[in-house]
């Protein structure tokens, strides 16, 4: 109904999404490519197919979908290409395409972060990947060992997968145990396009794409994912095998 009828092709980040994988089993779909999105593109396909892929379909699957949906891969064999945005995105695919003039922006409002510092989170929580307690454990370890009590604010960043009330256990936990500014930048702070108009910036991450862009652009990049290990042996085994250029 949205191509009219006509055949179409498809670009998707991944195939572990029913809705992707009913439009890419489309009989109009004559093919599809797969994009970088998140730190998954820096994983090898043996990491996938080891956690993630080959899984079978569900019942529901098979019936509800009209066998559209049947074997569960997170990146599929079958792709035609995979474009990235850095050489070391799709560590091992094939027919890898590298895009060009990717880090361009003409949003001045972000040189208002010039020397900023920012800590970056990601969705580990609420995928499962390590327990709340043990991640402020974690948090509480890393800012003790961070030089912050300068004065200056430091700025942090949720995922947008983050729930609220996530959010608000961190946020609490980030302005009640410390003589620190910490400030929360805004839902609407696109950080791809901040770090490519800011200067020197510092930044802390445990897992994200855009440390590895904002080393690239020439920022100062710092990870905490070892500290959270040592907080956590859930988390600390359900890392293993991850990239480590993340």
Same mark, same amino acid.
């Given at each position: $109904?949205?191509?009219?009828?006509? $055949?179409?092709?498809?670009? #998707?980040?991944?195939?572990?999404?029913?809705?992707?994988?009913?439009?890419?089993?489309?009989?109009?779909?004559?093919?599809?490519?797969?994009? *970088? *999105?998140?730190?998954?593109?820096?994983?090898? $396909?043996?990491?996938?197919?080891?956690? %993630?892929?080959?899984?079978?379909?569900?019942?529901?699957?098979?019936?509800?979908?009209?066998?559209?949906?049947?074997?569960?891969?997170?990146?599929?064999?079958?792709?035609?290409?995979?474009?990235? #945005?850095?050489?070391?995105?799709?560590?091992? %695919?094939?027919?890898?395409?590298?895009?060009?003039? #990717?880090?361009?922006?003409?949003?001045?409002?972000?040189?208002?972060?010039?020397?900023?510092?920012?800590?970056?989170?990601?969705?580990?929580?609420?995928?499962?990947?390590?327990?709340?307690?043990? %991640?402020?454990?974690?948090?509480?370890?890393?800012?003790?060992?961070?030089?912050?009590?300068?004065?200056?604010?430091?700025?942090?960043?949720?995922?947008?997968?983050?729930? #609220?009330? *996530?959010?608000?256990?961190?946020?609490?936990?980030?302005?009640?145990?410390?003589?620190?500014?910490?400030?929360?930048?805004?839902?609407?702070?696109?950080?791809? *396009?901040?770090?490519?108009?800011?200067?020197?910036?510092?930044?802390?991450?445990?897992?994200?794409?855009?440390?590895?862009?904002?080393?690239?652009?020439?920022?100062?990049?710092?990870?905490?994912?070892?500290?959270?290990?040592?907080?956590?042996?859930?988390?600390?085994?359900?890392?293993?095998? %991850?990239?480590?250029?993340?």
């Amino acid at each position: $109904k949205i191509t009219g009828g006509e $055949k179409f092709y498809c670009y #998707v980040n991944h195939n572990m999404a029913r809705n992707t994988e009913l439009m890419v089993n489309h009989p109009l779909c004559t093919g599809f490519s797969i994009l *970088e *999105e998140g730190g998954a593109a820096y994983n090898t $396909k043996d990491f996938f197919d080891k956690k %993630f892929s080959r899984k079978r379909p569900s019942i529901w699957d098979l019936l509800g979908y009209r066998n559209r949906i049947r074997r569960r891969y997170f990146y599929r064999p079958d792709y035609d290409k995979v474009y990235a #945005v850095t050489p070391k995105a799709f560590p091992g %695919f094939k027919n890898k395409v590298i895009l060009k003039d #990717v880090f361009s922006s003409n949003n001045i409002a972000y040189k208002e972060f010039d020397n900023a510092r920012i800590i970056v989170f990601d969705g580990i929580i609420v995928s499962g990947l390590i327990e709340i307690d043990s %991640f402020l454990a974690g948090l509480k370890k890393f800012i003790s060992l961070a030089s912050f009590k300068d004065g200056l604010p430091v700025y942090y960043k949720f995922h947008p997968a983050q729930p #609220v009330d *996530e959010r608000k256990k961190i946020s609490d936990f980030l302005s009640g145990h410390w003589e620190i500014n910490f400030i929360q930048l805004s839902d609407d702070i696109v950080l791809e *396009e901040l770090i490519m108009v800011a200067k020197n910036l510092t930044m802390y991450f445990n897992f994200s794409t855009i440390s590895i862009y904002a080393n690239l652009l020439g920022h100062k990049c710092y990870g905490f994912s070892e500290l959270l290990g040592e907080a956590s042996s859930l988390y600390k085994k359900n890392i293993e095998g %991850f990239n480590q250029t993340l």
